[in-house]
């Protein structure tokens, strides 16, 4: 993999790998303000255009796989609570649905090709997304809505657990289910050079939030240029902010954060009911009403 020290350090706005991003010592969590993993049909996208780059005869060609936006963990509390002591580490603000969806794929292929070549396990990727027994990727601890234990599960571990009702971790379920069918179907020197294709031409523009700016509401501007979240998810978001500003004594803050994701959690749990799914906004809608 190529040394990106200056990039990461000087924190600069450039290009940098899939591979890059999960070198060294750097790691990433996804906020409690974000919404969950919302990606079924773009999943399939993605690997659809991973697969054309693979297939490519121009094996220098890159594939630019859009912004990045992080902003660093420097709160002494947040990195204790997310064990990143001694680590260069992000909270993703905004790209969180290519990374996640990048990291189900890669895990993915690299339990299909150990389980075909024991000794892939102790090759140079052995640290790509876990070291010193810690995941280099993961939800924030503070999330109450499940994510980051269900994740951990079914993604890392490989443990099918279909039974929930929350959409988002349904779609990360989808997800792990499809790619492991895609990877039944491909010879594993095959899923070595596509692994090796996402790790090295997978690009992405690294752009990093400083204090200058309020995450929340940076978060809230850049997510109107992907995929347009909800004005549920929007009122969270809006809600979380505003519980920044109340007085520190007896972390009322904290708690009313604790209350908004709980809150939350139950909401989407009621939306889906078996295969059936109730849009966010006409939710919203019928409760304002």
């Known amino acids: 993999m190529t040394n990106n020290k200056p990039i990461m ?37 993605l690997w659809d255009d991973i697969l054309r780059l693979y297939r490519s005869n121009n094996r220098e060609k ?16 947040d990195i ?11 909270y993703i603000v905004d790209g969180q649905q290519r990374i996640t969806s990048l990291v189900i794929i890669v895990k993915s292929i690299l339990l299909y090709i150990i389980s075909e070549d024991q000794d892939y396990e102790k090759s140079e990727f052995s640290e790509l997304l876990k070291k010193n027994n810690n995941y280099r990727f993961k939800y924030s601890s503070k999330r109450k809505d499940g994510s980051a ?15 929930q009702r929350d959409q988002y971790i349904l779609n990360i379920n ?3 289910r499809y790619i492991d069918k895609q990877l039944a179907k491909m010879d594993v020197d095959d899923a070595k050079k596509v692994l090796d294709t996402i790790l090295t031409r997978l690009v992405f523009n690294l752009y990093f939030v400083t204090k200058s700016f309020d995450v929340r509401v940076t978060f809230e501007t850049m997510n109107y240029r992907g995929k347009r979240l909800s004005h549920l998810e929007l009122l ?25 994701n709980n809150s939350w959690k139950e909401i989407y749990q009621n939306l889906y009911f078996d295969e059936s799914q109730l849009s966010d906004d006409d939710y919203l809608r019928a409760h304002w009403i």
């Open 9 to 45: 350090e000087n924190r600069e706005t450039e290009l940098i790998s899939f591979g890059e991003l999960f070198s060294k010592n750097y790691f990433y969590r996804i906020p409690d303000y974000q919404r969950g993993f919302s990606w079924n049909n773009e999943f399939i996208q």
């Open 62 to 77: 890159k594939h630019y796989t859009g912004m990045l936006s992080l902003e660093e963990l420097k709160n002494e509390s």
């Open 80 to 90: 204790q609570n997310e064990a990143l002591a001694n680590t260069e580490a992000f």
């Open 174 to 176: 989808f997800s792990k």
């Open 236 to 260: 969270k978001n809006r809600l979380m902010y505003l519980s920044t500003f109340l007085p520190n004594e007896e972390n009322h803050g904290r708690l009313l954060m604790n209350e908004i």
């Open 149 to 163: 234990e269900y994740f951990e599960q079914r993604v890392y571990e490989n443990i099918d657990e279909p039974n």
